[in-house]
């Protein structure tokens, strides 16, 4: 078979992957702390370089475009002023650190609540890590909390009266893009090599969804109309092919 017919082919399944990640991004546009994920490109002689996480399909099909790996865009999300005492928003580099049955994870997402035991935790439950490694608990007879940017955390009955009740663990990544998602919101720290945080935490906020909205929909625009391109370069090379085929056949009668 015509090799160029390979390479349209490898053309559409990038594509479509591409668009399967600009659809997911703009499905959780609204999303708290959501990270836009991007595709990485490449073609076959230099898949070799990005080991497992190459897509490999045949050596024809790898003579054209392969999308070779994913990654995140940790670019700053915008700030939503909630007013609620338990809405943590991260201004810079860090992540808070969560506790589930799956291991540590780490997130962006500051939406926590306060559990019947005083835990504080994630929305389901997973309990939030202090400076100590261990669940942060607070006093759920005292409403009033208290944030410092720096993730320290103080509770009383009233402003005058507080009392320290821990610290927040901020955790930061020499390549925070490369961290393996773990559900949404969630991203898996294992084996990556931590840094010191640059990083404040703002109480009473909440950081939105970094996905560009517009941006987005003007590249699935484009990434739909490369597809439609390359769907058409198949659909002539197949008509091509069908044809010599019958006149190969043809002639030998």
């Not at 990654?71 to 002023?81: E, R, V």
């Not at 338990?86 to 650190?97: N, Q, S, T, Y």
């Not at 400076?131 to 320290?152: F, H, M, Y």
């Not at 941006?215 to 391109?229: D, G, K, P, Y």
Request: no cysteine; net charge neutral; aromatic share 6%.
């Amino acid at each position: 078979m015509d090799p160029g017919y390979y390479v349209a082919a490898g053309s559409l399944a990038a594509r479509s992957l591409q668009l399967e990640v600009l659809a997911n991004n703009l499905a959780n546009a609204g999303t708290v702390g959501y990270k836009r994920e991007l595709s990485f490109f490449t073609i076959f002689n230099k898949t070799q370089a990005f080991g497992a996480g190459a897509r490999s399909f045949s050596r024809d099909l790898n003579d054209g475009t392969l999308l070779a790996q994913k990654g995140l865009d940790m670019t700053q999300g915008a700030a939503k002023f909630t007013g609620a005492n338990l809405d943590l928003a991260i201004e810079g580099d860090a992540f808070f650190v969560l506790q589930t049955p799956q291991g540590t994870r780490v997130t962006r997402d500051g939406r926590f609540t306060l559990g019947k035991d005083g835990l504080l935790q994630a929305l389901d439950g997973s309990p939030v890590l202090g400076k100590n490694g261990q669940p942060i608990r607070l006093d759920p007879s005292k409403p009033q909390v208290n944030v410092g940017a720096d993730g320290s955390i103080s509770q009383g009955t009233t402003n005058q009266d507080q009392e320290s009740m821990g610290q927040l663990e901020l955790k930061a990544y020499a390549n925070p893009g490369s961290l393996p998602r773990a559900g949404v919101l969630r991203f898996e720290p294992a084996g990556q090599t931590e840094v010191p945080p640059r990083a404040t935490v703002s109480q009473g906020h909440l950081e939105q969804s970094s996905v560009d909205v517009p941006a987005a929909l003007v590249e699935m625009i484009r990434v739909n109309r490369l597809f439609e391109m390359s769907l058409k370069v198949a659909s002539t090379l197949s008509n091509d092919l069908d044809s010599r085929a019958i006149n190969d056949i043809a002639g030998l009668r």
